[in-house]
T-cell receptor, first 111, second 114 residues
Framework: RKEVEQDPGPFNVPEGATVAFNCTYSNSASQSFFWYRQDCRKEPKLLMSVYSSGNEDGRFTAQLNRASQYISLLIRDSKLSDSATYLC????????????FGAGTRLFVKA | DGGITQSPKYLFRKEGQNVTLSCEQNLNHDAMYWYRQDPGQGLRLIYYSQIVNDFQKGDIAEGYSVSREKKESFPLTVTSAQKNPTAFYLCASIFFRGGNTEAFFGQGTRLTVV
């Protein structure tokens, strides 16, 4: 089993749709979780951190479920500009902070 | 401005040559990482370093080598033993401070074997 797994997609959605991505992780000692966005041929940029209590930033909501070992990202009212690859990131407290990225989920938002 | 700088942006290598990719940060971060990304794929961890003079292999370390002689610098050498080196290489530095943890990336180096 991979340390971090994501549905690769692609997700093709119309503008205004709500879309959700999940990311599962295998190391129960994982401490920090993030969602990054990567545009084509660019470096990843931080989208948001994921907290145990869940957090929201505008149209984006991130959730963490430690019992089931997954994190999620919900995008409401999708915009064309949301088209990108979304990467989940997991950082454990053990193992020397071996920071692992998921393979990414591609999102295409269409007019 | 603080940041993380990778160079060069594009690099061409002949088969059988070693090449070194530069990564420098002035963010005073302890941890630095090298990832490889192939087209349509995610980031795979090559090597990482938590402190100066110490580094660990990631998931795909074969054919690569690193050094960490200074906190600011974490160069990656792609050796001739790496059979398929053409890829996009990303360097990252991360600071860990309680609930505030964030990875910062360089702009990447595209390596092509010709």
């Amino acid at each position: 089993r991979k340390e971090v797994e994501q549905d690769p997609g692609p997700f093709n959605v119309p503008e205004g749709a709500t879309v959700a991505f999940n990311c599962t992780y295998s190391n129960s000692a994982s401490q920090s979780f993030f969602w990054y966005r990567q545009d084509c041929r660019k470096e990843p940029k931080l989208l948001m951190s994921v907290y145990s209590s869940g957090n929201e930033d505008g149209r984006f909501t991130a959730q963490l479920n430690r019992a089931s070992q997954y994190i999620s990202l919900l995008i409401r009212d999708s915009k064309l500009s949301d088209s990108a690859t979304y990467l989940c990131v997991v950082i454990p407290v053990t193992g020397g902070f071996k920071t692992i990225f998921g393979a990414g989920t591609r999102l295409f938002v269409k007019a | 401005d603080g940041g993380i700088t990778q160079s060069p942006k594009y690099l061409f290598r002949k088969e059988g040559q070693n090449v070194t990719l530069s990564c420098e940060q002035n963010l005073n971060h302890d941890a630095m990482y090298w990832y490889r990304q192939d087209p349509g794929q995610g980031l795979r961890l090559i090597y990482y370093s938590q402190i100066v003079n110490d580094f660990q292999k990631g998931d795909i370390a074969e054919g690569y080598s690193v050094s960490r002689e200074k906190k600011e610098s974490f160069p990656l050498t792609v050796t001739s033993a790496q059979k398929n080196p053409t890829a996009f290489y990303l360097c990252a530095s991360i600071f860990f401070r309680g609930g505030n943890t964030e990875a910062f990336f360089g702009q990447g180096t595209r390596l092509t074997v010709v």
